[in-house]
Structures are given as structure tokens and as C-alpha cells.
């Protein structure tokens, strides 16, 4: 593997791709006032239409560094503040927010709720106060919040607390559960609730959309490989979606100004773990369970339900999907391609290039099935020096609608500001994957860059 700092100019990154045989993407130069500085309009179906001043986005990030009590933290509030002074119009999300405490995935997660809410809004006041001091308009800023419940992946009091949707010997194994586990219906349907109650919250406090978290191994994620799990929660599509369509119904009912938004793994492969060489290998799978978005072999996407679900997500009147990939517990290099992997993971079983740029290939297909829908890419920030030629020739040939940045947002905030300027990429503050801003909160420590 050649890592990407050593690439020096587009040219080397197309001469890596093709002895790598993938396909990538690549203009020559990044125009300040090319593709990534265009509006983008999106619609959602009852909070209308939105115009987004350009088509960066920050993704959510977190820090592990809330209180206790699910309260924001100066931390929180500086690492907000630097998404507001990036130049991204779209900040989706902000990071991941439990709504309810038991469905945190550390002791440290926000949790959104009637006393929380006041600071989770300051935290939004601080990132639009901070982008109107560096960059002026606000009017064209939309600012989310993401909404989660972690699932098999609780861990509100620091141990393992799974709820899952349904079992499975390897991921129960991974963090000892078994069937008493498994939310029973009457659960989640006290779950959808929480998720609108959590929503309404977001709107008063001013948040312009929610998202409904539907990625990386968390709850929602879960369900949507529930084929098994009998009831109105399982077997087919629809079932499998009746806990965000529930939720969009009520929400639209009670607070029709706040847009939806979904951040989906559009496609996942059997859980990997370090072989003898340290490389990731797939663990082998009980015949008959397959992931969400895989092609029967556990290995390889197929992307037929993912068109589903974003056409069904449209008839529920979300105009905006995120999109990534499997989950960080069980296989990162699908979603966060690294060169170094976090001391919890594995080397890459390839190199990470061939995973940016099957993301992007997804996120591609998509987006031209669905026109009607912006679809905001994911991946981006293993490309470092070349995440601006690679996201302005996608925008450009429309295989996505925004760019997001996520671990590049903690080393290199003000990236996309730098590029919408003409100004050079500061390389010494371009994210090179080295995974400290997941292993430092592994072990305790405060996670950043």
C-alpha cells in the first residue's frame, strides 16, 4: 500500500487508482468558484424548500466528552464552534445524540431531553454565531441534529448494555448478549415516541432538520436486516422501516417546520477481525443471516434495497440521505478507510482507496436513481490532500449532491473555507488517518486530533 500523504500531485492519485484497477474521480484543480461553491436546493415534504450555500458538509463527530448528565461540555461547544468556521453551508448532524440515556454508546454522549435541551440549542447559537464571524450569511445554513439509539452498542454506565433487534451469535458474542436483549415491539414503539419527543425538542431549541440515524451498526441500522424477526418490526421492507415511518408521520404532524434527514449505511458486509498478519478478515457467518445492503455472499454490496429504502424515505418526505457504510464496530474499512487503524481495529484488508471509491461508486448509483433526493457523500477524508478534486469532480458529474467531511472536520475544520477561497491546503493540518480520534476515547482519553 502507498499512503496518500506520499501522492503529490492528481496525477499521482490517478496513476495509484489504476494500478489499483478502481476508478476514481479526479479534476486537476479545485475552482473557488467552481461545483462545491454552488447552491443546493433541497425540499423536504412539509418543512419545504431550503437553499444550502454550498455543497460542503460537516458530518457528525463526537468526542466522548459530554457530562455525565448528557450536558454539552466547553469541549463540545469548541469542537461545534469549528464546525460553524468551516465554510460548509450543510452541518449535518453536529454528532450523534442519544434519545434516551439507556441508548448511549458511552457515559459521555449527549442525550436529548426537556433538560438538555436549552444547552444542545446553545451549542447550535455558538456554531451559527461562529460561521456569521468568519463568514458572513447565515440565511443559507442549515444545521442539523442527529438522533440515535445505539442498540447492541449501549454502553450508557461505561459496560456493555446491548439492546438488539434480533441475535446473532458473533455480534452477541461481541458483547454479551442473548435473547433477553432483543427489544420486544411494544418497546420500540415506546422508542419512536422518544425519537419524535426528541425532534419536537430540537425544533424548539432551532434546529432546521433532524436526522434519523440509520447507520453503523446502530438500532435503526439493525432493523433494517431484521428479515427474521417476527412482527411489525421485521421480515419485510416496510415492516423492517415502520419505526422511522412512524416517526415521520408523527413528527409532521406535530412540528411540520422541521425537515428529515437519514444517514444510512447503504450497504455492509459479515463481521471482520484481525487475521495472524494483523489484516482484517472476514469472521464466517451462520448460514441463512446477511446483512443489510449485501449480495448473499457477506463479502460484496447489492445496492437493491438501498434504492428502496431512499424511495420510500422520499414518500415519507425526506429530501436528504447521507450516505456510508457497515459499521465501525465490526468492519471500519468500509466506512472509515484509514492507513492506521484504532487500537481496537485491524490493518486494512485492502488498500483503503478501493474502499473510497466503492463508497462514492454507491453513493453515485444512488444518485442518479433518485434525483429528487441529495444525496450527501461520505468517505472523503482518506483522499486528505485530494478530498477537494475528487468531491468537486462527484459534484460535478452528479453522482453526489454534497461532499461531507467527517474525521477531516476535527483536524482540518476550515478546509472547505481554504478551497472556497483559492487558498492552498494547509497540509499540515490535513487529517492523515492515523485513528487517534477514536483511540484516544477507547482508552479514556479526550478524543480529537
Not at 53 to 68: Q, Y
Not at 333 to 347: E, I, K, M, V, W
Request: hydrophobic fraction near 40%; charged fraction near 20%.
Amino acid at each position: 500500500m502507498v499512503q496518500v500523504k506520499r501522492l503529490i500531485s492528481p496525477d499521482d492519485l490517478r496513476a495509484r487508482c489504476a494500478a489499483l484497477g478502481i476508478d476514481l474521480p479526479i479534476d486537476e484543480a479545485v475552482e473557488p468558484g467552481g461545483p462545491l461553491a454552488q447552491q443546493l436546493t433541497v425540499t423536504d415534504g412539509s418543512a419545504g424548500t431550503r437553499t444550502i450555500g454550498n455543497r460542503w458538509a460537516v458530518l457528525p463527530m463526537e468526542g466522548w466528552d459530554g457530562t455525565v448528565d448528557g450536558l454539552p461540555t466547553d469541549l463540545v461547544r469548541r469542537r461545534w464552534e469549528r464546525f460553524g468556521a468551516s465554510g460548509a453551508k450543510l452541518i449535518w448532524g453536529g454528532e450523534a445524540v442519544a434519545v434516551v440515556p439507556e441508548g448511549r454508546a458511552n457515559p459521555h454522549q449527549l442525550v436529548m431531553s426537556a433538560a438538555s435541551a436549552p444547552a444542545i440549542g446553545e451549542l447550535r447559537h455558538s456554531l451559527v454565531d461562529a460561521h456569521r464571524q468568519a463568514h458572513g450569511m447565515t440565511d443559507d445554513l442549515l444545521v442539523g441534529l442527529q438522533l440515535t439509539h445505539s442498540g447492541r452498542w449501549s454502553r450508557p454506565d461505561g459496560q456493555p448494555a446491548p439492546r438488539t433487534a434480533w441475535t446473532h451469535p458473533e455480534l452477541d458474542r461481541r458483547v454479551g448478549a442473548d435473547a433477553a436483549a432483543v427489544l420486544g415491539d411494544d418497546e420500540l414503539d415506546a422508542l419512536a415516541d422518544r425519537y419524535v419527543d426528541a425532534a419536537v425538542l430540537a425544533a424548539d431549541v432551532g434546529f432546521d432538520f433532524v436526522d434519523v440515524k440509520h447507520c453503523h451498526g446502530y438500532l435503526l441500522h439493525e432493523l433494517l436486516a431484521a428479515r427474521d424477526r417476527p412482527g411489525p418490526y421485521g421480515g419485510s421492507l416496510d415492516h423492517r422501516l415502520a419505526l422511522v415511518t412512524r416517526v415521520c408521520e408523527q413528527l409532521r404532524a406535530r412540528r411540520p417546520d422541521l425537515a428529515v434527514g437519514v444517514r444510512l449505511s447503504i450497504y455492509d458486509t459479515v463481521p471482520f477481525a484481525p487475521g495472524p498478519d494483523g489484516r482484517g478478515r472476514p469472521v464466517l457467518e451462520p448460514r441463512g443471516w446477511q446483512p443489510f445492503g449485501g449480495d448473499g455472499s457477506g463479502l460484496a454490496p447489492d445496492l437493491t434495497e438501498a434504492h428502496a429504502v431512499v424511495a420510500r424515505l422520499r414518500e415519507l418526505g425526506i429530501g436528504m440521505v447521507c450516505v456510508t457504510a457497515g459499521s465501525p464496530y465490526t468492519n471500519p474499512h468500509l466506512q472509515r478507510p484509514a492507513y492506521f487503524p484504532p487500537s481496537d481495529g485491524y490493518a486494512p484488508p485492502n488498500d483503503p482507496l478501493v474502499d473510497v471509491a466503492a463508497m462514492i461508486r454507491a453513493a453515485a448509483e444512488l444518485a442518479h436513481e433518485h434525483p429528487d433526493v441529495a444525496i450527501v457523500g461520505s468517505g472523503y477524508s482518506y483522499l486528505q490532500d485530494f478530498a477537494g478534486h475528487v468531491g468537486q469532480a462527484v459534484v460535478r458529474r452528479g453522482d453526489a449532491a454534497a461532499v461531507g467531511l467527517g474525521r477531516m472536520a476535527l483536524s482540518y475544520p476550515t478546509l472547505p473555507a481554504d478551497l472556497l477561497a483559492g487558498r492552498p491546503v494547509d497540509r499540515r493540518a490535513v487529517c492523515r488517518t492515523f485513528s487517534d480520534c477514536t483511540t484516544a476515547p477507547r482508552h479514556g482519553l479526550i478524543s480529537g486530533c
